[in-house]
Nanobody, 118 residues
């Protein structure tokens, strides 16, 4: 059973930063592409960043230039460094292996709440 445990969210003012972590267990982490999904209030959960097993990263235009996804294969952990946060970044953030922009490979974890105030 794959477990995904997100942490690091919180309340931050616009322009601030947060670093999210996702601890992965139950699979061979090093060969999986990992991504971060965001579910904003009233919106679908969608992929905002992903990183391949080889370290190639991709970002949604809404976060490009502000967020950085990274991974530590030795720790089975994926990170999302979130800088220059905007109120529009508010939502619950989840990690997973993406099938596509909307569909994950594994069951969702609990997510971590990010709230950006103006």
């Amino acid at each position: 059973q794959v477990q995904l445990v997100e942490s690091g969210g919180g309340l931050v003012q616009a322009g601030g930063s947060l670093r999210l972590s996702c601890a992965v267990s139950g699979t061979i982490f090093s060969i999986n592409t990992m991504g971060w999904y965001r579910q904003a209030p009233g919106k679908q959960r969608e992929l905002v960043a992903d990183i391949t097993s080889g370290g190639s990263a991709n970002y949604d235009d809404s976060v490009k230039g502000r967020f950085t996804i990274s991974r530590d294969n030795a720790k089975n952990t994926v990170y999302l460094q979130m800088n220059s946060l905007k109120p529009e970044d508010t939502g619950v953030y989840y990690c997973n292996t993406p099938i596509n922009r909307l569909i994950p490979r594994y069951s969702w974890g609990q997510g971590t709440q990010v709230t950006v105030s103006s």
